[in-house]
Every structure is written in structure tokens, then in C-alpha cells.
């Protein structure tokens, strides 16, 4: 029988919930010791684009602006999947196996201790938060069924529809036959004084040069660039607006930069464009 489980933590101003308690089974120990974040290889990239890409169908389809992700919360996420799957534990802070014993009816025992937080753990790289939430899960497939199954459960639902939430990192991990088969963790965040620019509902692709952005933030003026061309003269801000890319196929990077009294920033988004202007085709 296939196990699956689901779980959610909210931090707000550092109070923290969650819905399952621990639960320990009998793999080898994590190679990964204490509290510190190891950067790790991608298992799945295309699992871990596909949960972000479907939580934004979701948020943009309730009114909700969709999610940058961020290298950072990634980089948590994925270590804290890895972490779980190998040690075999399902909790939001990490936790490392202290002692293992095998009882006289074939039994074995295992005890664990909390070396980190949650808070802790994705703070490591994830510096300047405000906001934080995680999602995590085990057993589920594929990213259409962990993020279903999520939407589900009103504390993993709220997390995704989290209005105070900017960010989103995502990390996938298998155990190789382990007691969770595969193991699934999102990390939701806010930076304060960070405001994502977000192509396309962070698709990692279009065919269209024609693209949706969305800014965050309330500021007075934008201008905008795609890749290292010219800036636009300064116009009012817009949260949202459709924007045209440079037509060649590619990475194409598009740049806004806002301001407001004082205040100035300049945030940026990239999605690969799969086609060229038919136009240009064979121009010397």
C-alpha cells in the first residue's frame, strides 16, 4: 500500500502550527548533520517547475497575484525534502537520528532529535524574511497529485493562498525505496524590502512574445526594459500589464524600475521564448 502524508507550518511574527505529529521509520541516517543548509543536485526539475507553475493557476485563478520563485527558499526546500526521505522523518524542523535499536521482538526502535527549526532552517538562506510558510508532503507521484491534494487540506490550502506572500521555492526528493518513496516541500516567503517582477505566472517557458507581468508593491512611477536594451520614459505604476518581449529566441529578461518619494528599486524576472520573429528569418 502506498503511504502518503501532508503537512503545513505558517509562520507570522514567529508563530508557528502544524497538522501531523512525527513520524519515524528505519532508513540509514542523513549523510547531513545539525542545522546547515547543503546546497543539492536537482532530483526532478521539471517536478519541482510544474508544483510552482500549478500553485500560480491556482492563486491567479482566485484574484491572487502569482509567486516568484526564489533561488533561496529552493535551496531550503530542497534540502529539507532530501533530508526527510533519507533520514525517513516527516517534520517541518529537521531532525536527526540519535539512536536505533533493534528490540528482542525484531522490532526497531528509533529515536530522533530536533537539531532546527523550520524558521531557522530556511533562514539560513533565505535572509531578510518576514513571511514564511511551508508546505510538505510525502508519497504523492507527481506534482498534480501532491498539489491537489494539498488544495485539499484547508492549512496546506491557506499556505497557497497566502495574500502576504511574495516568494515560493520548491523542493523535490526520492529515498530510493524507502519508506516515503518521494517527499515534496514548498516554501512560501516575504522579503520586506524585496518586490518581484513575475513573467507568465513563472512559467519556465512561452512561445508568445506577447506576456503577462505582475509587479508588487504600491509605488508612484515604472519604467521598464527588456533585457540590456533602453529604459521607457517613467510611467504610472501598474501592478499588472501585458508586455512584449524581444522577439528572438532564447532567455529574455524583462526589468522594471520603481519609485516612489525616496523609495527607488529595480527588480527583475527571465522566461525562455521558444520562437523569432518569422519576420527576421534569414536577414543579414
Same mark, same amino acid.
Given at each position: 500500500?502506498?503511504?502518503?502524508?501532508?503537512?503545513?507550518?505558517?509562520?507570522?511574527?514567529?508563530a508557528?502550527?502544524?497538522?501531523?505529529?512525527?513520524?519515524?521509520?528505519?532508513?540509514?541516517? =542523513?549523510?547531513? @548533520?545539525?542545522?546547515?543548509?547543503?546546497?543539492?543536485?536537482?532530483?526532478?526539475?521539471?517536478?519541482?517547475?510544474?508544483?510552482?507553475?500549478?500553485?500560480?493557476?491556482?492563486?491567479? +485563478?482566485?484574484? !491572487?497575484?502569482?509567486?516568484?520563485?526564489?533561488?533561496?527558499?529552493?535551496?531550503?526546500?530542497?534540502?529539507?525534502?532530501?533530508?526527510?526521505a533519507?533520514?525517513e &522523518?516527516?517534520?517541518?524542523? $529537521? !531532525?536527526?537520528?540519535?539512536?536505533?535499536?533493534?528490540?528482542?521482538?525484531? @522490532?526497531?526502535?528509533?529515536?530522533?532529535n530536533?537539531?532546527?527549526?523550520?524558521?531557522?532552517?530556511?533562514?539560513? $538562506?533565505?535572509k531578510?524574511? +518576514?513571511?514564511?510558510?511551508?508546505?510538505?508532503?510525502a508519497?504523492?507521484? =507527481?506534482?498534480?497529485?501532491?498539489?491537489?491534494?494539498?488544495?485539499?487540506?484547508?492549512?496546506?490550502?491557506?499556505?497557497?493562498?497566502?495574500?502576504?506572500?511574495?516568494?515560493?521555492?520548491?523542493?523535490?526528493?526520492?529515498?530510493?525505496?524507502?519508506?516515503?518513496?518521494?517527499?515534496?516541500?514548498?516554501?512560501?516567503? @516575504?522579503?520586506?524590502?524585496?518586490?518581484?517582477?513575475?513573467?507568465?505566472?513563472? &512559467?519556465?517557458?512561452?512561445?508568445?512574445?506577447?506576456?503577462?507581468?505582475?509587479?508588487?508593491?504600491?509605488?508612484?512611477?515604472?519604467?521598464?526594459?527588456?533585457?540590456?536594451?533602453?529604459? @521607457?520614459?517613467?510611467?504610472?505604476?501598474?501592478?499588472?500589464?501585458?508586455?512584449? !518581449?524581444?522577439?528572438?529566441?532564447?532567455?529574455?529578461?524583462?526589468?522594471?524600475?520603481?519609485? +516612489?518619494?525616496?523609495?527607488?528599486?529595480?527588480?527583475?524576472? =527571465?522566461i525562455? !521564448?521558444t520562437?523569432s520573429?518569422p519576420?527576421?528569418?534569414?536577414? +543579414?
Open positions: 500500500m502506498r503511504r502518503s502524508f501532508l503537512a503545513a507550518a505558517v509562520i507570522i511574527f514567529m508557528v502550527a502544524w497538522d501531523v505529529p512525527v513520524i519515524h521509520a528505519q532508513n540509514q541516517p =542523513s549523510p547531513f @548533520t545539525g542545522c546547515k543548509v547543503v546546497p543539492l543536485p536537482l532530483v526532478n526539475a521539471a517536478f519541482e517547475q510544474r508544483v510552482v507553475e500549478l500553485t500560480n493557476d491556482h492563486r491567479v +485563478s482566485i484574484g !491572487l497575484p502569482p509567486l516568484k520563485r526564489a533561488a533561496p527558499l529552493d535551496e531550503a526546500a530542497r534540502f529539507h525534502a532530501y533530508d526527510m533519507t533520514e &522523518y516527516f517534520d517541518h524542523d $529537521s !531532525l536527526d537520528m540519535i539512536e536505533r535499536v533493534t528490540e528482542e521482538s525484531g @522490532t526497531v526502535k528509533t529515536t530522533f530536533v537539531v532546527c527549526s523550520m524558521a531557522k532552517r530556511v533562514g539560513q $538562506s533565505y531578510g524574511w +518576514s513571511r514564511l510558510g511551508e508546505n510538505i508532503a508519497g504523492q507521484e =507527481s506534482p498534480e497529485q501532491v498539489v491537489q491534494r494539498w488544495l485539499e487540506s484547508p492549512g496546506h490550502r491557506a499556505n497557497i493562498e497566502g495574500k502576504d506572500f511574495r516568494e515560493i521555492g520548491v523542493g523535490f526528493a526520492t529515498s530510493g525505496g524507502g519508506f516515503f518513496p518521494t517527499c515534496w516541500v514548498q516554501n512560501f516567503g @516575504t522579503r520586506s524590502r524585496i518586490h518581484p517582477l513575475v513573467i507568465n505566472r513563472e &512559467y519556465a517557458q512561452t512561445d508568445s512574445p506577447e506576456v503577462e507581468v505582475y509587479v508588487y508593491g504600491r509605488w508612484t512611477q515604472m519604467r521598464l526594459r527588456n533585457d540590456n536594451g533602453a529604459w @521607457t520614459a517613467w510611467q504610472k505604476f501598474q501592478n499588472s500589464f501585458r508586455w512584449r !518581449l524581444d522577439w528572438a529566441a532564447g532567455e529574455r529578461q524583462v526589468c522594471a524600475e520603481l519609485r +516612489s518619494g525616496g523609495r527607488r528599486e529595480v527588480t527583475c524576472d =527571465s525562455v !521564448l520562437t520573429d519576420g527576421l528569418s534569414g536577414a +543579414s
